[in-house]
């Protein structure tokens, strides 16, 4: 099983250009998050959602937007990157229905914003 | 995330030692998760507590849950330097909304 898939890996961008991070779960898990990581830090929530066709914010959601495009998917855009979201991101998956199950992340993707 | 706060923020202990780490919600806790990452890799799930006095344990760590206090520790016995990396504890607190702490960056000196 691939479990939680996020593209790109890696990428550079220049200020003000936009990009989208997909992400695609195969556990027929009802929510998926967007989370970043700081060096050093903690994950803060971006964005999630808690089931399919809702979207929700968290705690850092200003300068990005989200998409639940079905069930297996949900992507995060950055409309006009800024060099404070330099940044590896992450998505991650939760059955969502049953309490207490893992939450299983994705590899992660390292934006660097010029 | 301000909703729980993670304590000590870094460590260093000598190769052999015990330790703890904290974590503690202002929110009723509905589960609380322990992963460790190495730096610049990816997130190792640990364990997941969801009752209240609840213990797990993996190898030499151990995790409870306070869930009148809100409160969850994670032990490490007799660390090795293979237990360095960043330790955050996350919490599903409410409408699946699953936030972490700050993290507790862990070095291992030999």
């Known amino acids: 099983n691939a479990g939680v898939t996020q593209t790109p890996k890696f990428q550079v961008l220049k200020t003000g250009q936009s990009m989208t991070l997909q992400c695609a779960q195969d556990m027929n898990h009802n929510s998926m998050y967007w989370y970043r990581q700081d060096p050093g830090m903690g994950l803060r929530l971006i964005y999630y959602?808690?089931?399919?066709?809702?979207?929700d914010k968290g705690e850092v959601p200003n300068g990005y937007n989200v998409s639940r495009l079905n069930k297996r998917e949900f992507s995060l855009r950055l409309e006009s990157a800024a060099p404070s979201q330099t940044s590896v991101y992450f998505c991650?998956?939760?059955?969502?229905?049953?309490?207490?199950?893992?939450?299983?992340f994705g590899e992660g993707s390292r934006l660097t914003v010029l | 995330s301000q909703e729980l706060e993670q304590s000590p923020q870094s460590l260093i202990v000598q190769e052999g030692k015990n330790l703890t780490i904290n974590c503690t919600s202002s929110?009723?806790?509905?589960?609380l998760y322990w992963y460790k990452q190495k730096y610049g890799e990816g997130l190792i799930f640990l364990m997941m507590?969801?009752?209240?006095?609840e213990e797990k344990s993996h190898e030499k760590i151990t995790a409870k849950l306070d869930e009148k206090k809100q409160q969850s520790s994670l032990h490490i016995t007799a660390s090795q330097p293979s237990h360095a990396g960043i330790y955050l504890c996350?919490?599903?607190?409410?409408?699946?909304?699953?936030?972490f702490g700050a993290g507790t960056i862990l070095r291992v000196k030999s």
């Open positions: 991650a998956s939760y059955h969502g229905l049953i309490r207490g199950g893992e939450l299983f």
């Open positions: 507590l969801q009752k209240g006095g």
């Open positions: 959602s808690a089931s399919e066709g809702t979207t």
């Open positions: 996350g919490a599903d607190l409410y409408g699946n909304k699953l936030v």
């Open positions: 929110k009723t806790l509905y589960g």
